[in-house]
């Protein structure tokens, strides 16, 4: 039989991409590259898959997760060998803490040509340590191993990511030569193997596991006094968790990545407030859906009140991680949480919520927080960034919110009341890399208006990928806020002689020519009236992307937080 490396290379990569869109994968993300080219010629073959490209593979990762995260679906990314490669993790350490789904094709130079000098070869086996959920080092492609091998090997790695969340990585080693100059037909003996596959739609072989349908034990639960905390959700998950906290009468607080707000709004505030505090502290049963809290102090408050052992602390969600930080007595279910929520109302329905009404005093505390927080709304004063978070829900109607990391994130968490938004972040390894490119591939998944909300550093971090928000004709509102650098340290305890040099980093740079370069809209609002007439018109009536760049002195968040929590003391 003559012998054609290129093709048999296409073969292999043509089975492995077939495979993958019969369990689930409907996009692909590809970076240029040579060594590459079986699995991107390949993918352009493939009617199923649709096609993004960035020429910044770490931009690329964080488009990736994007589209997964929004979809929900396992989504595909395609990179040359080298650092190319490297570059995929930060995207992928984050998408194993939130649970989204990413097939890493992995391109690599074959064995013979790692650690021997040649050119573009690095040790790719393993580069992504335990921040994947499988890696599978694939042989080069070759006649004496079956491609029924292949493919069961590409099931079994799709079925673990499927029960557990996360990345895996499938590295390819090709060897030269990688451009084919003969048809599949040269290898028309080999293919007889999966014939019967290649006439089917279903994937070659698949696994199923049994879910567990435990509930709580005996109802018992329902005559204590309970609260019911939302962390990062969908946001139909969320509705369903607020309807079932409403009818046990119990508070509920939402985490902005909810989607959703109570009348228990603020708590990262009113948690300061001794009053509100010790009432909230009478709760027996804590009942958290979703993980990844923005609220410190929410955080600090459950570890020391659970910490008592009289508490009932209940985490409910889809991912089975632990998660569990103070280390806690918890129950986890792992389990669809609509289906788990119905299982529950049932037996609300039959036994009844003996403590509804139980933290009502509360919401007292959240409306005075609400009308004081007011004041920063005058729309004919300058920007500040309390006003922004407070004006977020306001801003977003109809649109979905990507809320960035920093310092924008803790104040959405103190002072936005979202209700009925679909909200994203990365609020996994909270890294300010990447924030623009995920929400770039948010976009592209759900196709609605979307505003998105991050920092100055942030965006400097990142500024490759607005080259993707450049291809967009959506309407999308990029608001940074530019307070010169690192405003969270502002919060945090860091050494005051070092602040500015070493922590803050006040950069001097604005963004209008950068929003030129890739061809964007650029606004930079004096007052929060034209902030608000500029959003809101663009999101209404506008396309493409528009870049609101908002300049805030810096240190002035700082200094109004620590202005505005001396007044919940003395509530």
């Known amino acids: ?97 939130t649970g989204e789904k990413l097939v890493v094709l992995t391109a690599d130079r074959p064995v013979e040509l790692v650690g021997c000098g040649a050119n573009q070869a690095i040790n790719q086996v393993g580069i992504y340590s335990s921040h994947v959920t499988q890696a599978v080092n694939l042989p080069s492609p070759s006649t004496t191993i079956p491609l029924t091998w292949l493919l069961t090997t590409v099931d079994e790695a799709m079925a ?4 557990m969340g996360g990345a895996i990585q499938i590295n390819c080693p090709f060897p030269e030569p990688l451009y084919a100059e003969h048809d599949v037909d040269l290898y028309a003996d080999y293919l007889v193997v999966i014939e019967a596959w290649r006439q089917r739609e279903q994937a070659f072989s698949s696994r199923q596991y049994q879910t567990q349908t435990k509930t709580l034990d005996d109802g018992a639960w329902l005559s204590k006094k309970g609260l019911v905390i939302l962390g990062s959700l969908t946001l139909a998950e969320a509705k369903k968790a607020k309807h079932f906290a409403n009818k046990l009468g119990w508070p509920v607080l939402c985490d902005p990545q909810s989607g959703v707000s109570s009348e228990w709004a603020h708590f990262d505030l009113w948690l300061q407030n001794a009053r509100a ?23 600090q408050w459950l570890a020391s ?80 960034e309390i006003g922004l978070a407070l004006d977020m829900a306001e801003r977003s109607e109809g649109a979905d919110l990507f809320i960035g990391n920093s310092l924008f994130v803790r104040l959405a968490d103190m002072f936005a009341q979202i209700e009925g938004r679909s909200v994203y972040s990365n609020r996994g390894a909270s890294g300010i890399d990447g924030l623009v490119a995920t929400a770039a591939g948010v976009q592209r998944a759900n196709h609605n208006p979307m505003l998105v909300f991050i920092g100055d550093t942030s965006l400097l971090y990142d500024l490759n990928s607005l080259a993707l928000l450049s291809q967009v004709s959506t309407p999308l509102v990029l608001v940074v806020v530019n307070n010169d650098g690192g405003a969270i340290f502002d919060l945090l305890p860091v050494p005051k002689a070092h602040k500015t040099a070493l922590y803050q980093m006040p950069h001097g740079y604005q963004f209008e020519h950068a929003a030129r370069q890739f061809r964007l809209g650029y606004a930079c609002p004096q007052t929060l009236s034209a902030y608000q007439s500029l959003v809101r018109e663009h999101l209404q009536q506008g396309t493409g992307t528009l870049l609101v760049e908002v300049t805030t002195p810096s240190g002035q968040a700082g200094e109004q937080i620590t202005q505005f929590t001396q007044q919940v003391y003395a509530l």
């Not at 590459?36 to 096609?51: C, G, V, W, Y």
């Open 277 to 299: 505090r010790e009432l909230l502290s009478e709760s027996e049963v804590v009942i958290q859906f979703g993980s990844r809290l923005v609220s410190k102090r929410l955080t």
């Open 305 to 384: 009140h659970a910490h008592t052992g009289n508490v009932q602390y209940i985490y409910v969600s889809p991912q089975m991680a632990r998660n569990n930080q103070n280390h806690l007595m918890q129950q986890q279910f792992v389990t669809d949480i609509a289906c788990w929520i119905d299982r529950h109302i049932g037996k609300l329905t039959a036994l009844g919520a003996a403590q509804a009404g139980w933290a009502d005093r509360i919401k007292t505390v959240a409306q005075e927080i609400a009308q004081l927080a007011k004041l920063h709304l005058n729309g004919d004063s300058s920007i500040t």
């Open 160 to 163: 673990n990511q499927d029960y």
């Open 1 to 97: 039989m003559k012998h054609d490396q290129a093709v048999l290379n296409r073969i292999w990569s043509q089975t492995l991409l077939e495979e993958l869109t019969r369990l689930g994968v409907q996009e692909i993300c590809i970076a240029p590259g040579s060594r590459s080219t079986p699995l991107t010629l390949e993918a352009a073959a493939n009617h199923k898959l649709a096609i993004h490209t960035h020429f910044d593979e770490r931009g690329l990762g964080f488009l990736a997760l994007g589209l997964a995260k929004a979809s929900q679906k396992p989504v595909a990314v395609i990179v040359t060998s080298g650092t190319a490669a490297a570059n995929l993790l930060p995207a992928i350490a984050e998408s194993h803490l």
